[in-house]
């Protein structure tokens, strides 16, 4: 099979039945969870805490749900358990880290500075979906899940930072 098809010659592509242009702003959140993804990962590799890197494999592999959701417009996909899922993370990872006292500059160790860039990604996602739900069906629960990804980034990197400084 040949990786390229030159279907996307034309400005267009396929997004799940529907031509559109490569600069719709679908496409502009499937290439944000693309990049997020693609940072998750290299987060991964540079962790040397199992629970994290368990973790970010996790979120990984949510992310793919993530994008069949924004196109199928179907709430079974990212619900309200995956949104309680992360909340549940972000409260244990609280409980392993000191209480916010100051303003986080990110990236005190290589791992950490990862994940607060992993992290700014996720808020620009957050961004690039309010955009499109300004034009599509509005699925609460994908935002909800966006919003604490990024807060789930967030303790996270301080959680790696704390262990590793």
């Known amino acids: 099979m040949k990786i390229y098809t030159k279907a996307g010659d034309h400005m267009k592509t396929d997004a ?12 502009e959140c499937l290439g944000t969870i693309d990049e997020l993804s693609a940072l998750i990962m290299m987060s991964y590799h540079h962790s040397n805490i199992i629970l994290i890197k368990e973790d970010l494999l996790h979120i990984a592999r949510l992310l793919s749900k993530l994008c069949i959701a924004l196109l199928k417009e179907n709430e ?4 309200i358990d995956l949104v309680k899922e992360l909340e549940e993370k972000i409260d244990g990872y609280q409980k392993l880290i000191s209480p916010l006292q100051k303003f986080v500059i990110p990236g ?29 069906k509005y699925n609460l629960y994908i935002m909800q899940f966006v919003n604490r990804l990024s807060d789930l980034l967030f303790v996270m990197a301080r959680y790696e930072e704390e262990k590793n400084v």
């Open 76 to 79: 079974s996909y990212i619900n």
């Open 16 to 27: 799940c039945g529907h031509q559109v242009f490569k600069d719709d702003i679908v496409m």
């Open 108 to 136: 005190e160790t290589l791992t950490g500075s990862y994940l607060h860039f992993t992290r700014t990604i996720a808020r620009r996602l957050e961004r690039r979906i309010v955009t499109y739900f300004k034009k599509t």
